[in-house]
């Protein structure tokens, strides 16, 4: 299973930006997808996970309702929305396949991150 993440790049505290997460090797119907994000200096953070079945998750205050996950079963990409960015969202993104948890170590296939910058 390999995973590609893209649509990272710079943007303005407020703006927007898309991430998608494009996988082959096996359907996105298979596995859960997950996204992390990894910001200087600090431990990888789980964002949220859209789970085989449609469920999704996200994790606390910090992100809920300014991003959302959704997916394209007929591309096999997963996405990322993210409104309402904060200079504190500034972090390498990732997404990874595995278990519908919160634990990075339950995803066992990770793309290669994708740099989100958001400028104040």
């Known amino acids: 299973v390999q995973l590609r993440e893209s649509g990272g790049g710079l943007t303005q505290a407020g703006g927007s930006a898309r991430l998608s997460c494009a996988v082959s090797?096996?359907?996105?119907?298979?596995?859960?997808i997950g996204w992390f994000r990894q910001a200087p200096g600090k431990e990888r953070e789980f964002v949220g996970a859209?789970?085989?079945?449609?469920?999704?998750?996200y994790s606390s205050d910090s992100v809920k309702g300014r991003f959302t996950i959704s997916r394209d079963n007929g591309k096999n990409t997963v996405y990322l929305q993210m409104n309402g960015l904060e200079p504190e969202d500034t972090a390498v993104y990732y997404c990874?396949?595995?278990?519908?948890?919160?634990?990075?170590?339950?995803?066992?296939?990770w793309g290669q991150g994708t740099q989100v910058t958001v400028s104040s």
């Open positions: 859209i789970r085989w079945s449609g469920s999704i998750r």
């Open positions: 090797g096996r359907t996105i119907s298979s596995y859960s």
């Open positions: 990874a396949a595995g278990a519908y948890t919160t634990y990075a170590g339950n995803y066992h296939y």
